[in-house]
């Protein structure tokens, strides 16, 4: 037999994995995103992720029905035995360099948060060490240990992002959040296209979909995660804005840590913010624990290994090394804001949807040639 | 196994390292001095002063020594300490305070910044600019103005019953609040007021009373050092006697970053009803009604205010407010529960609040040219898009708006007693 | 040794190994029915053993190929002698399984078993048992477990004095006569094996020997001194039964079975141990229990081959999943309703010889934070002293961590005058805070771990003491800060309330961990800190059972996790067990109330539209 089975990555469960994907995108809400977005947008920002969910809803809607044909295996694996290995090796070599690049990104964005708001005289190298050890250990216990994580944490997290929203509410505006459509309606609903990129929902799901325990459910975690995902950014905007009149302008670079720093409910409550470090650092060791676990996961599952545990010391450590390769964190900004934003939907989004629909069709034609694949794959299970 | 053990020992040695060159952003607390409020006056053009209070723990907590009730400032000022230094920047400034203080000063316990007039008329964006900066500060800061010397403001502060110096920033804002006579402003109102578009930021002013200043410790409080036949809401000259020197009343009126004026404490108060910093002031007016002698009446919004804006060459603004009102004291022998009379202070109260408001817009938009109310905010929903609010000019026309206001006042309490008692 | 035929009365040989080395020929003569046996023996005795070094293929092809002849003692001393076996003899070389039919043969195993006489210990009583014709017979018990009482009564007596015995009796009648008239022991059991007469000698019974019987009979007489049924040391519940475990494993069984009055209850016993075997009973509900979980219990005792195993914390360490990690994988307790409870809802007991402390497996990580008197109470109480519990977790584990993050690191996060008192307690002192809160942590655990090994006598000391020199003294020396002292005794309490003393001690070594991270990173330090603990937590298994479930991995539960719902909504056992049979009570247990027969009758018309 030729074919060496997927990696072993262990089952979960419908809701820990919708935890586990709405944090990994959600994160971004503790970095730079809701600036970016509100600068883009301006009062109109908050629809901005709402217009990105409706999209990734429809694309993901759209890659389901198309997968459907294909239970117990991930795009790859399909596009491996439909399209040969000439497709899905760099198919996946995409996918991972996606994850690679962003989970670097995220880190050094990271280490920068942490240093300017909490410790200053620390050296980055020595933040994000730490935070390599612990997203190190993360990866290595895999997808099952981080979405029971994410299931565990997600009721700490939301009543921590929702207090963290409500508390801040003293200084609430709503005149901040007219006009309606902020920089024009066509504006809003562009960079709603773009910021897709933020959305690795897709593509996750559609690489994760074997490891999901209950495939029937498998739609809910889709359209809950991203749906949840989109409101909960959505609801950060809304507060951003309303709170902060300079919103527009971009010029605040940690917009979540300076909601937490404007908390001020009487004497005692205020000064909260190295409490809300919880938040961000442990949704951001969940988002950088998936990121590095789905690059070697995928790196692993490309080259048809099985095992994808040997692969992260190196990995980590490139990724410890490329995320230092920026020199300053206007310029991580930058990168994020000129290079992901603009272009990340295309791999993010439109190469899954691309893949799924060829898939489809291919394996439409060939109808028969799929089902005698069934029975072999029956075959093999028994 | 082998293999295992050596990882261990190589992640021991990170570990060890790590933890021995670790701890770089710890620092004790007794190895820190704390600034609890921060004065910044501008010398001259190129030179900040920067004057601070520092809190001594040892004292100011009552631990040591407590020996409760000892009278008086002095001990205020030994428990919290002013030093000051000048530099080209703030932080210069700061550091310059430094050498004359053992300990490092952190300014995360900073409860409030005053800018001296002196700054707040040359500007006070360039310290704005830092302040939002550097991490220590914070945007919840009390945020005031100092009228005169701003050393006076620092040195003569004697609080009646506090000891710790945050709580008396702490209970400014309280109380200021109740009575409205001063605004409370903190940093992020006031970066908001130069942020949007349309507006203008205001500033509570701190100002030393020389009437209460003068008294002897002695005889201080007596009635006999009050001036007869004064009353006034001028920030300095409250007509008062004992209590703390210090006094806040009275609001800084700016346009952008640049103070234009000083509102007295009744203005402040208008002021603040029309945008909405408080909901309740107390009037004191003549009566309609009864003994010529003067009512007073608790007024809070029953609905919330209500402003249209017609965005024109001159622009026209409605106020319309609706009030509920409490009576709370009276010096006239009218019964107001009849309802005649009491429709007759209400039209009273209601013109009274509106002459004062007119006047306040008038002045404001006229003489200062500032716009504090922020009336803009409820324009933004009749543009389309940022960039079209943005190119609007609000600003330019503040001259020519036509201002209507229009009130009405419903008397609907009347206290613990409906008729005054009769005297046979 | 010899193959030889010998003529016995038959016997029902069920065992497999018999059949293996014997074939037998049957014969009727007479009015009993006597069998032909081909055996391997000397003097008589015959080995079925599972030796696999003779158990090549001459013996297969023996039968009828030599001739049969009985030796005598001396001569197969002799033979044995010479056999070249370094001159010792059979039974010194190995023992026979079986026990002999010859009363002095297995008088001379057992000496050779137990080292007699060198050992003083086991107690070797022959006698003959009564009428004119007696037959000889031996017990042997070891002093001081067996109840010399019962052995007077029930066995002695009535076989020399008020027996009458038919000597012509065949062995195996003689047995059953005298096992079913003459013995009056409540348990009477009939072994074959040396294993087994050595386990029941050891366990406290009488083992009766017959001459001429290969069998013995085991009569239960236990009876050592040990400490009875009292309140429970470490898991004391004001509302709930105060009985504890003892140092008595058939106590200690039969504690739960009390509890818990069902057929369907399973003990399963077996022993463990080479060189003293240990009795570790197993004991699930049929029919709850997921099989499966049973099945994997009895794998892993199966794999214990220890010589010797004392306590149930031993059988801990060696049963876990996953020995790195400190939270334990099983719920020890002394308390039998808990143990009782566990049952019902499909966990598995299990007891490991005397220990007061049985094992439940599997357990979630939150039984660990339960007692039983949570749900004894009503559910707002319930609820109300869980909600307390997990603060006190909290507090316990991060406390002084917190404190240190936030002197060291964050100041601005307390109030003003907070700070400035903190600051101001600290004027005096010499250390950092680490330093001083590692120094009052050292001295806590100083504390508890002297009163637990003061003696009892002077016990009352040890808080006195405690209290002067961390309360008084080190304030009024200025080493300590007055409020790390507040500090570190709320945190004592706070661990001082789990409920499981394992948990109690992996609160107690991650704190110093957290206290480190706090001290090198603050807050920063503590949340990496938290999340790799997390991440452990919701990795590891009891059993296979992810110990944070029914949270993490989430599973279907009743609300009795974290919060103490309503009895009558718990209709379900716990998920996470995967018990063969969910449900525990009815929908409906409260159909008398209004309220339920409103809901039920609105339920029923909203299903016939």
Known sequence: MNYSGPVRTGRVGVGELTALLTIYTATDVFLSYPSRVAKESAESGWMIPLVSGVIVLAVFLIINACMKRFPDENILDVARQELTVFVSVPLGIIFMLLFFSQTALVMREFTETVITTVLPRTPSTVVALLFMAVV??????????????????????????LSLLIMPLTWFDVHLLQPFWGRGMLTTIFYGGTNTSMFLNVLLLSLLYPTVRNQRQFVRVGVISIGLTAVLMSLVLIVFIGVFPAAPTGQVPFPMYQLARLIYIGRFVQRLESVFVFLWTAAAVLKMGLGLWMTAYLYASTFKMPLYRPLLPAIALALYVVSFLPPDFPSVQLISANIFEPYGWTVSIALPVVIAVVLYLRSGRAQGNHSKRRIARAARAN | MRRSRLFGYAIAVALLQVLITGCFDRSELEEQAFLVTLGIDQLDKSHVAVIGRVAVPSKLSGTAGGSGGSAGGSDFLSGAPVVSASGRSLHEALNMMNTGIERTINLSHLSAVMFSDRAAKAGLLPYLHTLVRYREFRRTLYVFVTKGSMSDVFLK??????????????????????????????????????????????????????????????????????????????????????????????????????????????????????????????????????????????????????VSVRLSKNPQIRVNQSFEAELLGDQTNATFASDKNRQILERALASEIKRNEVGLIQTVFKKYDAEPFHFFEYARNQFHTYNQMEKFNWRKQLANAQVQVTTSVSLRRLGMQLNPPVAE | MDEQFMLTPEESHESSSDDKHSSTIRRSFGPKRLTLKRMRVYYGIRTTGDAKDDASGNTSVVLGSKEVKPISMAELHEREKNSGANGELAWNRRLPTAVQHDLAANRAIIDRIFYLPTNADIVKRDFEIGGEQTVHGMIVFVDGIADKTIINTAILEPLMLLSNLDRNQLQSELLTRVKNALLPGNQVMEFKTWKEATENILAGSTVLFLEGVNSILSVETKGWEHRTVSATQTESVVRGPHDGFTESFRANTGLVRSKLRSSELITEITQVGKLASTDVAIMYIKGVVNPKLVREVKKRLKALVVDYLPDSGLAEQFLEDDPIGVIPKFLSTERPDRVAYGLTEGQVAIFIGHSPFVLLAPVMFWSLLHTSEDAYLRWPYGTFIRAIRMLSLVIALLLPALYIAVTNYHPEMIPTDLMLAVAATRERVPFPVVTEVLVMEFSIELIREAGIRIPSVIGPTIGIVGALILGQAAVAAGIISPLLIIVVAVTALGSFTMPNYNLSFSVRLLRFGFIIAAATFGFYGIILGLMLLLMHMVTVKSFGVPMMAPIAPHRNSSPDVIRRGQVFQMETRPNAYFPLDKRRQKDFTRTWSPVVKDYKKDRKSLFKE
Not at chain 1, 137 to 157: D, N, V
Not at chain 2, 202 to 212: A, F, R, T
Not at chain 2, 273 to 285: A, E, F, P
Request: charged share 20%.
């Open chain 1, 136 to 161: 190190y250990y993360f990866a290595y216990k895999g997808i099952e240990g981080l979405s029971r994580l994410a299931m565990l944490l997600s009721a700490i997290l939301g009543i921590g992002l």
């Open chain 2, 157 to 306: 502060d004697q609080p009646v019953l506090e000891t710790s110096a945050t709580r008396v920033i702490e209970d400014l804002h309280e109380t200021s609040q109740r009575t409205g006579y001063a605004t409370s402003v903190e940093m992020h109102q006031l970066l908001n007021g130069l942020e949007v578009p349309g507006g203008d930021p205001v500033v509570p002013i701190l100002s030393y009373n020389k009437q209460v200043g003068r008294e002897s410790k002695k005889s201080s409080g007596s009635v006999n050092h009050l001036d007869p036949h004064e009353i006034s809401y001028v920030p300095g000259q409250v007509n008062r006697a004992g209590g703390n020197p210090v006094e806040c009343i009275g609001t800084a009126l700016f346009k952008s970053d640049h103070m234009v004026g000083v509102l007295s404490g009744e203005q402040t108060r208008y002021l603040q009803l029309l945008n909405g910093m408080i909901g309740r002031i107390v009037i004191n007016m003549k009566s309609p009604v009864g003994n010529p002698n003067y009512v007073s009446v608790g007024v809070k919004y029953a609905e919330p205010i209500r």
